[in-house]
């Protein structure tokens, strides 16, 4: 094989890999998803903490950080800033990416919706 074609093959492969990676998300059906699976807890309201802490501009933030609301340590901790694959990491599974944390989903939550959430909540909102 000449080191031109793999060359391209291995560059498509890698955009393969990107956009499998980067799995699209539907912010309409997200919210669909936030409404069944994470409302009970979350509000999207600036300052309105429920059972969990407020989700308002949660996306690019700093985990543990909202006022007025009592995290676990291990979440004041963590250190994640809330960057999409963080996000899909600790939806897909909340104690292996916070051991010792607080949030418990009521079921277990499929990749799809969980890309679709995250664009939901990746979408800015005003105060
Ligand atoms: C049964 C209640 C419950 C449900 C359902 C729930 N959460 Fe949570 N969530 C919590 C609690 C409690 C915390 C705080 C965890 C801690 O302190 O360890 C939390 C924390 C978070 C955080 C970190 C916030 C921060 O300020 O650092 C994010 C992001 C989050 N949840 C997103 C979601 C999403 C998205 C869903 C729906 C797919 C969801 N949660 C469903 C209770 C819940």
């Known amino acids: 094989m000449q080191p031109h074609r793999s060359a391209l093959i291995l560059l498509a492969l890698n ?11 539907d912010a309409g059906r997200g919210a669909g998803v936030f409404d069944s ?17 407020s989700l308002f501009a ?4 700093k985990a543990g950080t909202v006022a007025d609301f009592v995290y676990s ?3 004041k901790q ?15 599974s909340p104690k292996t990416v916070v051991p010792g944390g607080k949030m418990k989903l009521d079921e277990p939550i499929n ?11 990746a979408i800015p909102r005003a105060h």
């Open 78 to 92: 963590s250190g994640i800033v809330w960057t999409a694959d963080r996000l899909a990491a600790y939806l897909a």
């Open 58 to 61: 949660s996306f690019g933030r």
């Open 111 to 121: 990749q799809q919706d969980i890309a679709d959430v995250i664009a939901f909540l």
């Open 15 to 25: 955009a393969g890999i990107a956009l499998a990676h980067a799995a699209p998300g």
């Open 73 to 75: 340590e291990p979440m």
């Open 37 to 53: 699976q994470c409302a009970e807890c979350h509000s999207l309201k600036e300052g309105k903490n429920k059972k969990g802490p």
